[in-house]
């Protein structure tokens, strides 16, 4: 079954290679409350979930300063450039299974609005499969999509797109859908 | 006369309702038939509506009439016997309306109208209506769409309501919203955080379904519009979203990912059954019933873009109907199946524009180009206009075009930003 899932996962990431185009730049709803000092990045935030205190594990590894992923127009595959940051949050998990990420897939503003929530979601889905290339368990991870809907800017010029265009990576410490295996 | 109905701005504003959303008129056809609708006839205090300044709007909205405007009357006549055909053949009009108001009881009146052709002065319409105070807007509309009918032969849809849904610059607030088709009387049907978008009417206009996009993911709810109440109907894991109607109002077409990507599935409202109807690794999304309710068109990335597909529920085969364009997506029917509209890209980092697409002749033709990043396409009832949701100076508004392209008009929202809209069926 595990075996299954990872081939059908590489099938998923290199068809989600032909598609993809997420648009839409928005402004950031709420801050995480992800413990790093250091964040450079904005995070969307959902209040119901409980932030787990990485605080001490990521002064080893500022790589897990880093939550979001951008992505290029119109694509879901993961570029070089954050290939060391999902290696860095991989380890983590693999090390404290008691840990989970959910990852949250966003667009451009460009495209239709469930277009796009399907694109977020292969956005989402691709990070989530990477990770578990990397060796983590699928039960520590989950996805859920945004579309076009959350911005992290708001804009309709290139550079605001390009900010939109992400994968956000949310720790928690509670699921928030019952999940019984990992069928992605 | 004919310059008054290229690319006038024409502000409609409703000075005695709460209507978030105004008309500007940006283009009519050039050859916009010339009609009066003379001031209504009433003594008493100011009514709250002025009921054939809704008919002269309607009428201009449609963008098939040249609408002269009350100061420019010759004469205000209420009846026959006031009525002299030459002040309206100086006036070079082709119609005239006449009518009168009168109040029977409390709060009750009578409205009776007449039209006349002009060059044969002939009356090819009377009626008398009764309505109470709060029904004059509908007697208003309703005699647009008999005017309507009887000169274009095309049933009006001036009766019928549009679902939208206005959120705020920084999308912290939500409200599905339905007002009348001039924007009048809106009403908030939904509020919420959390972003609201798909609105799909049932056939018999007393239900809406609509996407909630949750902390947790989205969501397909089925709201009774009279109650106020509403029912989850799907919160699968994944996307749970694009909710469609079929024909006959028992079954609700979506789109699921809970089986590994997106796919069109079908449930059925009473019997909760479900039928998955796509099966493919690409995108399917966007489904929307076909009158015969045995087909849905949708949006599939498959070849490698959005293109539009139809498939059958019976047999399940699947036919691509765009060729033409890098992205054609949500796809809606006018006119009975004849025509669909869409989301259109011509080719890669070209505007989003709204296309129309003869199905017979397989020509597919781009309605819009004063706005960009033109979404969500919803066709009138009679399917003559096409309602979208649009970027215009910065924010997102309602606009109009009509399905040859030759009409449109704008709604812009007094604040924030107006999307997803649904144009309501005919109830009966």
């Not at chain 1, 520590?140 to 605001?160: K, N, Y």
């Not at chain 2, 963008?63 to 055909?85: K, N, R, T, V, W």
């Not at chain 2, 100086?90 to 309306?97: E, G, P, R």
């Not at chain 2, 869409?342 to 020509?363: W, Y």
Request: proline share 4%; hydrophobic share 40%; with cysteine.
């Amino acid at each position: 079954m595990k075996k299954m899932t990872i081939n059908k996962l590489f099938a998923v990431s290199v068809l989600a290679l032909a598609i993809t185009g997420c648009a839409s730049d928005g402004g950031v709803t709420e801050d995480a409350a992800m413990v790093d000092e250091s964040q450079t990045q904005e995070v969307a935030a959902s209040p119901e979930m409980d932030m787990v205190n990485t605080e001490e594990a990521q002064v080893s590894n500022p790589l897990l300063d880093q939550t979001t992923i951008y992505f290029g127009y119109d694509r879901a595959e993961i570029l070089p450039e954050f290939k060391d940051v999902l290696n860095a949050h991989a380890e983590f998990l693999v090390e404290n299974p008691q840990s989970n990420i959910i990852f949250e897939g966003h667009c451009d503003e460009r495209g239709t609005i469930e277009y796009n929530l399907a694109l977020g979601e292969r956005r989402a889905n691709t990070v989530k499969s990477y990770l578990i290339v990397q060796g983590v368990n699928p039960s520590q991870l989950e996805s859920v999509s945004f579309g076009e809907e959350r911005p992290a800017s708001f804009g309709s010029d290139e550079m605001t797109w390009s900010k939109n265009r992400r994968a956000e990576i949310r720790y928690s410490s509670a699921m928030v859908q019952n999940q019984i295996g990992d069928n992605q | 006369m004919s310059l008054r109905y290229w690319c006038i701005a024409f502000i409609f504003f409703s000075a005695f309702t709460r209507a978030e959303l105004t008309i500007e008129i940006t283009q009519g056809i050039a050859s916009a038939i010339p009609i009066a609708v003379v001031p209504m006839q009433w003594q008493g205090k100011p009514l709250p509506e002025s009921v054939d300044e809704i008919i002269r709007s309607d009428l201009e909205r449609s963008g098939h009439f040249g609408i002269l405007a009350p100061d420019d009357m010759l004469s205000h006549p209420a009846s026959e016997e006031e009525l002299y055909f030459r002040d309206w053949r100086l006036l070079k009009q082709d119609y005239l309306v006449i009518s009168s108001i009168k109040s029977i009881a409390k709060g009750q009146y009578q409205v009776r109208y007449q039209l006349f052709d002009v060059f044969n002065e002939r009356e090819l319409l009377a009626q008398t209506l009764s309505a109470n105070t709060n029904q004059l807007r509908d007697i208003g509309h309703r005699i647009s769409d008999a005017i309507y009918e009887q000169l274009t032969g095309i049933r009006g849809a001036f009766s019928t309501k549009i679902a939208y849904v206005t959120t705020n610059r920084t999308r912290t607030q939500f409200n599905l919203a339905i007002a009348d088709s001039d924007g009048a009387r809106e009403k908030v049907v939904m509020s919420s955080k959390y972003s609201i978008f798909s609105p799909s009417w049932s056939p018999d206009g007393k239900r809406l379904a609509y996407v909630l996009l949750e902390d947790s993911g989205s969501k397909v709810y089925v709201q009774d519009i009279a109650t106020g109440k509403k029912q989850l109907v799907s919160a699968h894991k994944g996307i749970n979203s694009a909710p469609a109607f079929s024909p006959d109002g028992n079954k609700l077409a979506l789109v699921l990912s809970k089986d590994g990507n997106p796919e069109i599935y079908v449930v059925d409202l009473n019997t909760r059954h479900w039928l998955r109807v796509t099966n493919h690794y690409a995108i399917d999304t966007e489904p929307n019933w076909m009158p015969d309710g045995d087909h849905l068109l949708f949006t599939s990335g498959r070849s490698g873009n959005p293109q539009i597909y139809r498939v059958s529920l019976v047999s399940g085969f699947i036919e691509r109907i765009t060729f033409d364009g890098n992205y054609n997506a949500r796809a809606r029917l006018a006119q009975d199946g004849r025509f669909l509209v869409m989301v259109h890209q011509s080719a890669k980092g070209e505007p989003f524009h709204i296309a129309s697409m003869d199905l017979s002749r397989g020509l597919l033709q781009i309605l819009t180009s004063d706005t960009f990043l033109d979404e969500s396409p919803s066709v009138s009832p009679n399917g003559v206009m096409v309602m979208y949701a649009a970027k215009y100076n910065k924010r997102s508004i309602l606009a109009a075009v009509s399905v040859d392209g030759d009409v449109r008009f704008l709604v812009p929202s007094k604040s924030g930003d107006v999307r997803e809209p649904a144009w309501g069926p005919y109830i009966d």
